[in-house]
């Protein structure tokens, strides 16, 4: 069993960036593919970012190409999501969550073990 803790979210201004980050209770993190989605109110969750075990590939939606960055420290069991740029349409519930033995995961389904979430709200 694997527990994820996101901390982080806050409001900002449109412009402005914020460092989300999500510790694992596991000292098998690094066997982990790890990623991000966010839920906005009304709509779907949808994939954001993800990072491979090893550091060695990363994947962004095209939504925040460019503008997001996912960082892991496997010494430290934990993931990050920097946000640069943020808009008013990333105002969400962001939800890190860990997935075994997958390559470059996109799909919920996909992953075993998520977060309680994070509210980001961008303000224009």
């Known amino acids: 069993q694997v527990q994820l803790v996101e901390s982080g979210g806050g409001l900002v201004q449109a412009g402005g960036s914020l460092r989300l980050s999500c510790a694992a209770s596991?000292?098998?993190?690094?066997?982990?593919?790890m990623g991000w989605f966010r839920q906005a109110p009304g709509k779907d969750r949808e994939f954001v970012g993800t990072?491979?075990?090893?550091?060695?590939?990363?994947a962004y939606a095209d939504s925040v190409k460019g503008r997001f960055t996912i960082s892991r420290d496997n010494a430290q069991s934990t993931v990050y999501l920097q946000m640069n740029s943020l808009k008013p349409e990333d105002t969400a519930v962001y939800y890190c969550?860990?997935?075994?033995?997958?390559?470059?995961?996109?799909?919920?389904?996909?992953?075993?073990?998520w977060g309680q979430g994070t509210q980001v709200t961008v303000s224009s």
């Open positions: 969550a860990a997935a075994g033995g997958v390559t470059m995961p996109r799909s919920a389904h996909e992953y075993a073990y």
């Open positions: 596991t000292g098998t993190f690094a066997r982990y593919t």
């Open positions: 990072i491979s075990r090893n550091v060695v590939w990363t």
